[in-house]
T-cell receptor, first 114, second 112 residues
Framework: DGGITQSPKYLFRKEGQNVTLSCEQNLNHDAMYWYRQDPGQGLRLIYY???????QKGDIAEGYSVSREKKESFPLTVTSAQKNPTAFYLC?????????????FGDGTRLSIL | KQEVTQIPAALSVPEGENLVLNCSFTDSAIYNLQWFRQDPGKGLTSLLL?????REQTSGRLNASLDKSSGRSTLYIAASQPGDSATYLCAVPSGGYQKVTFGTGTKLQVIP
């Protein structure tokens, strides 16, 4: 079955540590997105990529980094510069470029501070 | 800047009742509007996507309408069931259609 796989489902970060969240899709979608979801605040865009080897900052990119070396993979690194990383992180993809096509989501990674 | 609002934040109804969820957006120049469902601890599942040229879109017991001029969309759920309990979010393209702006969602509880 085609879909988006996020791993791990739960992740714990120590002070000063960088952690990487995995997102893999086998839908052959060009565009991929990372969102952060906090209670009562909806989804906020961290980074997005419309094509391999290119990505753009979203609304809350500070303290995060991404790479897009392969079409099917869009990992997100939460760096030590992100002082409040506790949240639910969602990866999404869409066919074609831009936000004009339906977005498909993974099941998320919940990140907590130890 | 596009802003998307969903009121109420939470809604509780008895099983079998028909209900309407609301979504408002500030910039009416949208290309489409999408409704999603989110179960606790899960990702979002796309329910319906309405193009700006459409006024309605239907899937089973769900019917979504779009009124661009008033900046509003509604999601109508007929004959609600306990399995419909979830958070429902709407979303519209923004930022030159490179991004999507989401509402904060309406948490629906259908009581058996």
């Amino acid at each position: 079955d085609g879909g988006i796989t996020q791993s791990p489902k739960y992740l714990f970060r120590k002070e000063g540590q960088n952690v990487t969240l995995s997102c893999e899709q086998n839908l052959n979608h060009d565009a991929m997105y990372w969102y952060r979801q906090d209670p009562g605040q909806g989804l906020r865009l961290i980074y997005y990529s419309q094509i391999v080897n290119d990505f753009q900052k979203g609304d809350i990119a500070e303290g995060y980094s991404v790479s897009r070396e392969k079409k099917e993979s869009f990992p997100l690194t939460v760096t030590s510069a992100q002082k409040n990383p506790t949240a639910f992180y969602l990866c999404a993809s869409s066919i074609g470029q831009g936000a004009l096509q339906p977005q498909h989501f993974g099941d998320g990674t919940r990140l907590s501070i130890l | 800047k596009q802003e998307v609002t969903q009121i109420p934040a939470a809604l509780s109804v008895p099983e079998g009742e028909n209900l309407v969820l609301n979504c408002s957006f500030t910039d009416s120049a949208i290309y489409n509007l999408q409704w999603f469902r989110q179960d606790p601890g899960k990702g979002l599942t796309s329910l319906l996507l309405i193009q700006s040229s459409q006024r309605e879109q239907t899937s089973g017991r769900l019917n979504a309408s779009l009124d661009k001029s008033s900046g509003r969309s509604t999601l109508y759920i007929a004959a609600s069931q306990p399995g419909d309990s979830a958070t429902y979010l709407c979303a519209v393209p923004s930022g030159g259609y490179q991004k999507v702006t989401f509402g904060t969602g309406t948490k629906l509880q259908v009581i058996p």
